[in-house]
């Protein structure tokens, strides 16, 4: 049976890929009571990033905004396996955050990170609204342009 989340995803189009295995010593998610810790996510597809370079330089605010909404995808996927398939069982997405890879001085981080926080809102709806922060980063793992991780509260 395919649950309302799966429904969503499949109208926007959105294949949610095997998540991604850490490339060091920690793990993808954590669930503690009926929250979901889920590790930052790079814009990662097929195991290959897809966003790379610094925002203000060589990646402009649209592709950035791709980025975040790809490495939203893949907390998803993350926050998939926590929830052992079944995505109808996440109550709210409670907290995003957002880091971007930027030239000193840059101040869109907020408009970058909103390629996630919009993806969080088709996807889940009302529960899909969430707190967030956007920072800028001096350089994130892989010369990735954004990295994203998330709390979230399940069923």
Request: glycine fraction near 10%; charge should be negative.
């Amino acid at each position: 049976m395919v649950g309302t989340v799966d429904a969503r995803l499949t109208e926007l189009g959105i294949d949610i890929p095997t998540p991604a295995s850490p490339v060091a010593n920690y793990v993808g998610f954590v669930v503690t009571g009926n929250l979901v810790f889920i590790s930052g996510q790079l814009p990662l597809k097929d195991g290959q990033l897809q966003y790379d370079g610094r925002l203000g330089e060589s990646v402009s605010l649209e592709d950035g905004q791709a980025a975040a909404r790809l490495c939203a995808i893949n907390v998803i996927a993350q926050l998939k396996a926590a929830c052992e398939g079944d995505l109808d069982r996440v109550t709210r997405i409670v907290r995003l955050g957002g880091f971007v890879n930027s030239v000193a001085g840059y101040k869109d981080q907020p408009k970058v990170i909103n390629g996630a926080s919009d993806l969080m809102a088709e996807v889940f709806a009302d529960a899909g609204r969430h707190c967030r922060a956007a920072v800028s980063a001096g350089a994130l793992p892989l010369d990735a342009a954004v990295e994203v991780d998330a709390i979230a509260e399940i069923d």
